[in-house]
């Protein structure tokens, strides 16, 4: 029961540098959430996707770029990344049926 | 945009101590509520929700939590806590039009004490 993956669990990088999260779930849920959490702001939505190449800003999407080619991955990329980018990032993805997210482990990213 | 605000940003209690977290949403049309916790250094875990119907919802681990739809507010309670409730609660809102979307409060962080 692997349910939902993310890594790596934690990464450095320096600014100006392009990174990668990675999230893999294993349920065929149809939609994928990911949210940054920073101290004070709770968790704050920056993509989600409705179902393969379906793809949807959230709150806080500036720097990010996701694709969704199969459903079971949804990657998360920073194309340059900033020292605001340091954060926690979680994935998630949702049942339909039930309306329920549920969380990957988080990736603690630290933007040098 | 949606706005979801847990007044509450520390709170310290003694173990057996009663338990009320405040959330308050902005959106007045048909909402689903949220209770998540995440304990140190883990994912976040749903407490309970409410979707519709009884607006007094059971959870886990004892948790309950209440639906006032005039006031706005879905406040979490535990009548006695543990040591082993020390964790960050979070609220979160999902707009009944927006399948999944979740607007989350900036947490709680609740530390009981042995």
Redesign the interface.
């Known amino acids: 029961d692997a349910g939902i993956t993310q890594s790596p669990r934690y990464k450095i990088t320096e600014t100006g540098r392009q990174v990668t999260l990675m999230c893999h779930q294993t349920w065929s849920h149809s939609y994928m959430f990911w949210y940054r959490q920073d101290l004070g702001h709770g968790l704050r939505l920056i993509y989600y996707s409705a179902a393969a190449d379906i793809t949807d800003k959230g709150e806080v999407p500036d720097g990010y770029v996701v694709s969704r080619s199969k459903t079971e991955n949804f990657p998360l990329t920073l194309e340059s990344a900033t020292r605001s980018q340091t954060s926690v990032y979680f994935c998630a993805s949702l049942t339909s049926g039930k309306n329920i997210q549920y969380f990957g482990a988080g990736t603690r990213l630290s933007v040098l | 945009?949606q706005s979801?605000s847990?007044h509450n940003h520390h709170v310290i209690l003694s173990e057996a101590a009663s338990l009320e977290l405040g959330c308050n949403y902005s959106y007045g049309g048909t909402v689903?509520l949220?209770w998540?916790v995440q304990y140190p250094g883990?994912?976040?875990?749903?407490l309970l929700?409410y979707?519709s119907g009884d607006p007094l919802v059971k959870g886990i681990k004892g948790f309950e939590a209440e639906f006032i739809k005039s006031k706005f507010s879905f406040n979490l309670r535990k009548p006695s806590v543990q040591w082993s409730d020390t964790a960050e609660y979070?609220c979160?809102v999902?707009e009944g039009s927006t399948?999944?979307?979740?607007?989350?409060?900036?947490?709680t962080q609740l530390t009981v004490w042995p």
């Open positions: 945009a979801v847990q689903n949220f998540y883990q994912h976040l875990q749903l929700k979707f979070f979160a999902n399948l999944g979307r979740l607007y989350f409060g900036r947490g």
